[in-house]
């Protein structure tokens, strides 16, 4: 799949600028970082905070995944649905040797107002 190329100079040239404006942030923040001595004062905030908060929500990740590990025999199947086709989406009754017609190669399906069935082809029978 091949990638479409940008419609115009101008959206090219605004694509451009938009990566240089990023870039300028991230360095311009990184020197702030590097020129700038921080004072350790909001340091013995922060890192309590996360000392706390950082365990706190892996032990709660840990534990949701213990209590899906647990539940999965519940949900390793779908459920069982009885293979019962008694009448069709019109409301026809449906008749049929279900047992003959798995095994067909090919079947045929007639209806009327009525009923439909589904018959396994006999020899010749079906070919369009």
């Keep these: 799949m091949k990638r479409e190329p940008l419609p115009s100079i101008w959206r090219r040239l605004w694509h451009v ?7 300028a942030i991230y360095f311009g923040f990184w020197w702030k970082v590097l020129a700038t001595r921080p004072g350790i004062g909001p340091l013995f905030i922060v890192i309590p905070i996360i000392l706390v908060a950082v365990p706190t929500v892996t032990l709660f990740w840990i534990a949701h ?27 026809r009754p449906v008749t049929a040797d279900w047992e003959r017609v798995r095994r067909a ?12 069935r589904y018959e396994p082809v006999a020899n010749g029978e079906g070919t369009i």
């Design 105 to 116: 190669r090919q079947i045929v399906i007639r209806w009327d107002d009525s009923a439909k």
């Design 17 to 23: 600028l938009l990566v240089l404006l990023g870039w």
């Design 65 to 91: 995944n213990l209590r899906l590990y647990r539940a999965r025999d519940a949900r390793r199947t779908s459920p069982v649905i009885p293979e019962r086709y008694e009448r069709d989406w019109v409301g």
